[in-house]
């Protein structure tokens, strides 16, 4: 008996330092990764632009097109909510958490291109909605788990254990360069190409065997407009 009370008590002994260990995992993989996700720098410009003013001008939504070809540092009173692979699920969110801590957006220009709509977002290896831990500030668990069908326990594991459930943040694109206006300098090196044999390859895997317009992606196009509309925008 004896002996069987030492195993228990060593076995809990093994599992308080397996959660210890695992914690330190997480808060490292937060500051180590997550706070240096250019997504995470953004964030952070947002809170401190909108401490100055409520107000921007000229709002800037889209993909990698919007954020590679737009500098909102030479435009006054703009700002720029784009980023890789941003769907109009995740516009959608954003348009919806400013006009609902009332930021006064005056004109808003949303990225139309051939890809928009394409059902190729749905062939990533990676969940349809990243950056849970922003997206979960504007719409609670539930909301999220219709929109991404996921299951809402899957969801809260990713947003409170970041390290196991949201690993694909190990292969986003970093930042150490801080965010103005929400324009982002970019460190990397672009690879000289042929440009028409990189057009060809995007567009084969953009749109071979995909729906060119998805009508999940639509549905939340016509959503954000909506509620520019009703905002006034």
Same mark, same amino acid.
């Given at each position: 008996?004896?002996?069987?009370?030492?195993?228990? #008590?060593? &076995?809990?002994?093994?599992? !308080?330092?397996?959660?210890?260990?695992?914690?330190?995992?997480?808060?490292?993989?937060?500051?180590?990764?997550? +706070? /240096?996700?250019?997504?995470?720098?953004?964030? +952070?410009?947002?809170?401190?632009?909108?401490?100055?003013?409520?107000?921007?001008?000229?709002?800037?939504? #889209?993909?990698? %097109?919007?954020?590679?070809?737009?500098?909102?540092?030479?435009?006054? $009173?703009?700002?720029?909510? @784009? &980023?890789?692979?941003?769907?109009?699920?995740?516009?959608?969110?954003?348009?919806?958490?400013?006009?609902?801590? *009332?930021?006064?957006?005056?004109?808003?220009?949303?990225? =139309?291109?051939?890809?928009?709509? @394409?059902?190729?977002?749905?062939?990533?290896?990676?969940?349809?909605?990243? *950056? =849970?831990?922003?997206?979960?500030?504007?719409?609670?668990?539930?909301?999220?788990?219709?929109?991404?069908?996921?299951?809402?326990?899957?969801?809260?594991?990713?947003? %409170?254990?970041?390290?196991? #459930?949201?690993?694909?943040?190990?292969?986003?694109?970093?930042? $150490?360069? #801080?965010? @103005?206006?929400?324009?982002?300098?970019?460190? !990397?090196?672009?690879?000289?190409? $042929?440009?028409?044999?990189?057009? /060809?390859?995007?567009?084969?895997?953009?749109?071979?065997?995909? +729906?060119?317009? @998805? +009508?999940?992606?639509? $549905?939340?196009?016509?959503?954000?407009?909506?509620?520019? /509309?009703?905002?006034?925008?």
């Amino acid at each position: 008996m004896k002996e069987f009370k030492k195993l228990i #008590g060593r &076995g809990i002994i093994i599992l !308080e330092l397996f959660l210890l260990l695992f914690l330190i995992l997480n808060v490292l993989y937060t500051k180590l990764v997550i +706070e /240096k996700t250019i997504a995470f720098r953004k964030a +952070e410009s947002l809170t401190k632009y909108l401490s100055k003013s409520p107000e921007i001008n000229y709002a800037f939504f #889209g993909s990698s %097109h919007t954020e590679n070809s737009v500098n909102s540092e030479f435009i006054p $009173d703009s700002y720029k909510f @784009s &980023g890789g692979a941003i769907t109009y699920l995740e516009t959608y969110y954003e348009l919806k958490k400013l006009t609902k801590e *009332n930021v006064n957006i005056k004109y808003a220009f949303l990225e =139309l291109d051939m890809h928009t709509f @394409s059902s190729y977002q749905f062939s990533f290896e990676r969940p349809i909605l990243l *950056n =849970l831990w922003y997206y979960s500030s504007i719409a609670n668990l539930s909301e999220i788990s219709i929109a991404t069908n996921e299951p809402q326990s899957k969801l809260w594991f990713q947003l %409170h254990f970041p390290v196991v #459930g949201n690993g694909e943040n190990f292969f986003v694109k970093k930042s $150490d360069s #801080g965010s @103005s206006n929400g324009y982002s300098k970019s460190d !990397e090196n672009i690879p000289v190409e $042929d440009i028409d044999e990189i057009a /060809k390859r995007r567009a084969d895997r953009q749109f071979r065997n995909r +729906e060119i317009i @998805s +009508e999940y992606y639509f $549905d939340y196009f016509i959503k954000t407009l909506e509620i520019a /509309k009703r905002n006034n925008i």
